[in-house]
Nanobody, 118 residues
Framework: QVQLVESGGGSVQAGGSLRLSCAAS????????IHWFRQAPGKEREFVAG????????SYADSVKGRFTISRDHAKNTVYLQMNSLKPEDTAVYYC???????????WGQGTQVTVSS
């Protein structure tokens, strides 16, 4: 079974940048879109960005449009989330998952913590 592992989180000042990675445990190509989600304390997990493996199309939550960029590297079986102009409101644990039919397909991992201070 494919597993996704998130990394790249950290602590930054507002306006700073981070690049998150979502690495697959194997090079199996299933064509599933990969989405980034985040969950802040006391809040539900929310969609952040998505990328379609087959079509290369991307989508973003309104809250991150213009600041975050999702991309992929097929050779490394990795999806990235470049986060620029970070805001304190971006503070959360970030997760990635494969999505099909508007439903996540894999067990949630540990995620990676992003903390943005003002």
């Amino acid at each position: 079974q494919v597993q996704l592992v998130e990394s790249g989180g950290g602590s930054v000042q507002a306006g700073g940048s981070l690049r998150l990675s979502c690495a697959a445990s194997e090079d199996t190509f299933n064509g599933y879109p990969i989405h980034w989600f985040r969950q802040a304390p006391g809040k539900e997990r929310e969609f952040v960005a998505g990328i379609n493996w087959s079509g290369g199309s991307v989508s973003y939550a309104d809250s991150v449009k213009g600041r975050f960029t999702i991309s992929r590297d097929h050779a490394k079986n990795t999806v990235y989330l470049q986060m620029n102009s970070l805001k304190p409101e971006d503070t959360a644990v970030y997760y990635c998952n494969a999505v099909l039919g508007m439903k996540t397909q894999l067990n949630w991992g540990q995620g990676t913590q992003v903390t943005v201070s003002s």
